[in-house]
């Protein structure tokens, strides 16, 4: 073997060369990023108010194209929208995937066929794989009236592919065309099509998903603006916009795939001659980039739409990968980052499971973040490579006649149909996309005040909800699953019953009370005090420690009004008062948990004891992420806190410190009556000014 043998200069040359050398760079030395494995720790606030739904009609069952392998596309029908023809006829439209475009009558809201698109262009008509393929939009001019003219969207396979081509360019291995086609009817006032058609534009798409989404024109605009008669596009990316030949797509302004377009249906100068490119577009003019790209970087564009009466700004839906559904404001030449970024996160190819940190120099890049923005938290047990069930459901800024709405940019999610909003005002522009409105979940009623669910309605666990309006700014529901539309006809506060016309107060007498433990309670200074902490106790899992209040008569709905403070040190952890309600006997009660620590299942909520352990069910709890709502005392102040419990719908909503939204609500109907109360499970602390309002119970 032959040795190394080195000499005096080399040796000396190698330690100036390691003396010179800079030190590593702080890029270099630098641990990477850890992934975010809760990007939006916020859920959704209760709102403390709910829609009245009433049912307006159920459009005909459709089927497929084909028979579909997907069971998500097995449903009574797919409509997918529902909006008012521009003709003052009061006439609404509803397109259903599967092919067929109806007009609902004025008065009577029956639904009639107006057109069969999937038949016109059969036999390449597809709606058999992927949610949004088929019929996907219609958009009807703004002067139909007196022009006839609208567009639909829809999607082709089978001899399309190989007779016909897309006319911008088309992804890699394209198996699917999106078709824009213009109509224009002999008589707009008709109640079923004739006239004719043409093709305007034909897109190429590699993927069965994220095809042509929403198109529209903006309400906004007015004979003479340079808006008006321009007609928006939400192009998806293909369902392939992060990965393989397709993953820099939606950030490729040579594509239109994930995309915003906007064209001038009535010009001639785009690349086929069928529409116009507007002038005033973006990126006209500029070198590889498509004149028709409004704004981009997007993956699945859903629904979009312009406060009408308000601001005037458009806002986007935006479905996201496997974590976050956002709201976006869209400006031109906006990128919401897709596939560099998913809401205001760092999103890796490599990495498709979680989400990362921004980078330092990210306000460089100009990504539009969003305004308002929700998770999916997902169960730990999740494959990320599979769809966990959650996906917004665009919406609208509500300018209609109900006065609670007005100003909510009201939306939904499309899978499991929870309804929500986050107010206009508060949604902002933040380019560090830290700075997110406020988002607050909305109940349901039926007409006759039952409170209800989107599943309840649709009767399906998948809800498949969408969102329409008319010419005035009123909204409506719809589901796939059982082919119903409901509108919201008024709103109603939730737990909003009678309570009264018994009323209990100046209740700090010891004789007013039974205490588990009478020698730790003291009754003094108008307050009731508990002095020691409990100790558990034979038998189901439940507080402590409690006095039940006597005085008075026992209550089915009632409100409690009362001022409560901790006294337990701040410094320790888990300190807890309660409020018990529906009081029965030792086993049976419901009781509202104030605590500083929302982390752990038996704190800080609404649990019921019936008989057994106490269960959690308040509506706040995430059980994914073991976390509920933000925590209702954390010092050792007087809190004013209001417990409102309706025993005939089973409505209970928490109040603390006169806030105008509860920080917990539950619907239970397990105990419809009983007695109130105070107390804690091991800590100790005191209740003042207590009024009880309510419905004596018979």
Not at 76 to 96: A, C, K, M, Y
Not at 117 to 124: E, I, K, L, Y
Not at 193 to 211: A, D, K, M, Q
Not at 370 to 394: E, F, N, Q
Request: contains cysteine.
């Amino acid at each position: 073997m032959r040795k190394l043998i080195v000499s005096p200069l080399a040796i000396t040359a190698l330690l100036a060369s390691l003396v010179a050398a800079p030190p590593a760079s702080a890029a270099e030395t630098a641990p990477a990023p850890a992934p975010i494995l809760d990007p939006i720790p916020e859920d959704p606030a209760p709102a403390g108010l709910g829609l009245v739904l009433e049912k307006v009609a159920q459009l005909p069952e459709s089927e497929p194209s084909a028979p579909p392998t997907d069971d998500r596309l097995k449903r009574w029908n797919r409509i997918n929208h529902v909006g008012e023809l521009p003709d003052r006829s009061g006439r609404l439209f509803v397109p259903d995937l599967n092919g067929k475009l109806y007009f609902l009558d004025k008065k009577t809201r029956t639904p009639r066929a107006y057109l069969d698109v999937g038949a016109t262009f059969a036999p390449d008509f597809y709606s058999a794989a992927g949610l949004g393929q088929g019929f996907g939009f219609v958009a009807f001019h703004p002067a139909f009236a007196k022009n006839g003219t609208f567009y639909t969207t829809h999607v082709e396979r089978g001899d399309a592919l190989e007779t016909e081509e897309p006319d911008l360019p088309e992804q890699p291995n394209t198996g699917y065309h999106g078709v824009l086609t213009e109509w224009i009817a002999d008589d707009p006032s008709a109640g079923t099509f004739s006239g004719t058609h043409r093709e305007v534009l034909r897109f190429g798409f590699s993927g069965r998903i994220h095809n042509l989404q929403q198109i529209d024109f903006n309400p906004n605009a007015r004979p003479g603006d340079p808006d008006y008669g321009m007609l928006y596009l939400a192009v998806g990316d293909g369902g392939n916009g992060n990965v393989g030949a397709n993953g820099g797509d939606p950030q490729n302004l040579a594509m239109p795939q994930g995309k915003i377009l906007r064209i001038d249906p009535s010009g001639t100068d785009g690349v086929n001659g069928e529409y116009g490119v507007p002038a005033d577009n973006p990126f006209v003019g500029q070198d590889g980039k498509l004149a028709e790209i409004y704004a981009y970087g997007m993956r699945d564009p859903h629904r979009f739409s312009w406060d009408t009466r308000g601001s005037k700004r458009l806002f986007l839906a935006h479905i996201g990968e496997h974590e976050i559904e956002s709201i976006h404001e869209i400006e031109p030449g906006d990128n919401l980052g897709w596939s560099e970024r998913e809401g205001a996160f760092t999103f890796r190819e490599d990495d498709r499971c979680h989400l990362y940190p921004l980078p330092e120099d990210d306000l460089e890049y100009g990504y539009n973040y969003p305004l308002a923005a929700y998770d999916h938290d997902p169960p730990a047990d999740w494959d990320c490579r599979s769809d966990v069930g959650k996906a917004i459901s665009g919406g609208y800024v509500y300018r209609g006649k109900l006065d609670a709405l007005r100003g909510k940019y009201l939306f939904g999610d499309i899978v499991n149909g929870r309804l929500f909003y986050t107010e206009e005002s508060d949604m902002k522009r933040d380019p560090a996309g830290e700075d997110r409105a406020q988002i607050y979940e909305l109940s349901a009623y039926t007409t006759a005040g039952e409170p209800v669910t989107m599943r309840d309605l649709a009767g399906d666990e998948r809800v498949d909800l969408r969102i329409g309006s008319d010419a005035k700014g009123e909204l409506y529901l719809l589901s796939k699953a059982n082919g119903t539309i409901w509108k919201i006809v008024d709103t109603r506060r939730f737990a909003e019953c009678r309570t009264g016309p018994a009323r209990v107060g100046h209740a700090a007498d010891a004789g007013d009370w039974s205490p588990v433990t009478p020698a730790k309670w003291r009754f003094e200074h108008g307050q009731v005090v508990l002095a020691e902490a409990g100790e558990a106790r034979p038998g189901p899992r439940r507080p402590f420690e409690y006095a039940v209040l006597d005085k008075g008569p026992e209550f089915a709905s009632a409100q409690i009004d009362a001022q409560v403070r901790l006294d337990t040190p701040v410094a320790e952890s888990d300190r807890d008062v309660i409020v018990v309600f529906g009081y029965r006997d030792d086993t049976h009660f419901y009781y509202a948990h104030l605590s500083s620590d929302n982390t752990v299942y038996p704190h800080n909520g609404i649990f019921l004891v019936n008989g057994a352990d106490r269960v959690r069910i308040d509506r706040q709890w995430n059980a994914n992420r073991s976390k509920g709502a933000p925590p209702a005392v954390t010092d050792a102040n007087w809190h004013d806190v209001r417990v409102r419990h309706c025993a005939g719908t089973g409505e209970i909503a928490v109040y603390t410190d006169g806030a105008d939204r509860p920080v917990f609500t539950a619907l239970d109907t397990a105990l419809g009556s009983g007695r109130v109360g105070f107390g804690s499970f091991d800590n100790i602390g005191r209740l003042r000014d207590l009024t009880v309002r309510g419905t004596p119970a018979r």
